[in-house]
């Protein structure tokens, strides 16, 4: 759900990065975080375990600049990749204007990744959304590991709509900006559409 | 929405004009004077900062508003889990600040941070009142919002219009240096 504020003049957004546990959704934020000037960013908010496992959500607001005299701002949140987590996940998608896939590219985690596409394309239905019609990529996380599969291969199983898929190594920052630019896009696009 | 056009992903998005701001703003102002609460902060249901008054302007707004949305959806989860349609009040105590979280026309959210000196029975009393009042500024706007043309014909006040160019939107990101 856009928010667009005449008044503080600046276009709101939320984008949500979903995926299987320990895919690097994550660490996709923390990268953002690092890379951002302070002007850019607010503070990462991680509810966490003790053990660095997402429990609820990670929040990040990021200013994108200026977009015809309209600050726009994009809220990123990550759910929780667990299975058992399920509850909170669909909170978490509550007025979501875009979805960044983060698939984990190793070949044990191919149940994990399918499972999971599944699970956000049933707990968006019970927000009223579609997965087909929301502004929504693939990330393909984790490239550089021994045990990853051929793009091609998991093009062929993840894909659900001839999405933009990025390859991506989250923890050196390979790919993660292409994925956030590709998903801010498409939801001022989408936005555009509806005028 | 005119005729012929697509509706947004989802119709519900919120265009937030300054007639209905400085309504939903003066709303605030009073329920903060009769209160003298450190903070009144509206949001909505997904964690948007809409308005807020307050001398506390310390507090990361951005985060406050992001955290008590996901209070507010956990604690939904745990109403329909018991069988209750909704907890409609969150009340966190501490120590010298509380919390106090209502429902404003089921999309809302009014958060009030008070200190000691407040009395809790006070706070709801002023928050029910200031709910009533929420919820007639927000039936208006959202009348306005269902019908807004997001194009040149925008209502007077609320230029610029949202129909960005491909270069404008790429323009965004030049901060942005790709790593890897």
Known sequence: ?195 | MPAGRQPLTDPSNIVLYEAEYLRLKAVLAMTQKDLRADLVLLIDRSGQQIAFEGPARDVDMTALASLAAGNIAATDGLARLVGEPEFSILYHQGKHRSIHISDVAKRFSLVVVFDENVSLGMVRLKVKRATACLEEVFRGFMRKTETVDFTAKAPPGATPSIYFTDEEIDRLFSFLKPGG
Do not use: W
């Open chain 1, 1 to 195: 759900m856009t928010f667009i504020n005449y008044v503080a003049r600046e276009i709101n957004c939320k984008i949500v990065y979903y995926g299987p546990g320990l895919g690097g959704k994550t660490t996709n934020l923390q990268y953002l975080y690092d890379v951002t000037s302070a002007d850019n960013k607010g503070k990462l908010i991680s509810l966490a375990t003790e053990t660095e496992r997402t429990l609820f959500f990670d929040f990040l607001p990021l200013d994108l600049g200026q977009i015809r005299g309209l600050r726009a701002r994009f809220h990123l949140y990550t759910v929780p990749g667990q299975v058992f987590y399920d509850a909170s996940r669909k909170l978490i998608l509550r007025g979501v204007d875009g979805v960044i896939f983060v698939a984990d590219s190793q070949e044990e985690r191919l149940d994990a990744n399918l499972e999971s596409v599944s699970n956000l394309e049933r707990n968006l239905k019970e927000h009223g959304f579609e997965l087909a019609k929301i502004p929504y990529v693939l990330q393909l996380n984790k490239r550089d590991l021994p045990n990853a599969m051929t793009v091609e291969q998991l093009k062929k199983l993840l894909l659900v709509k001839g999405e933009p898929v990025f390859e991506a190594v989250a923890t050196k920052g390979t790919g993660v900006l292409e994925t956030l630019k590709a998903v801010a896009r498409q939801v001022l696009v989408e936005l555009r559409k509806s005028a």
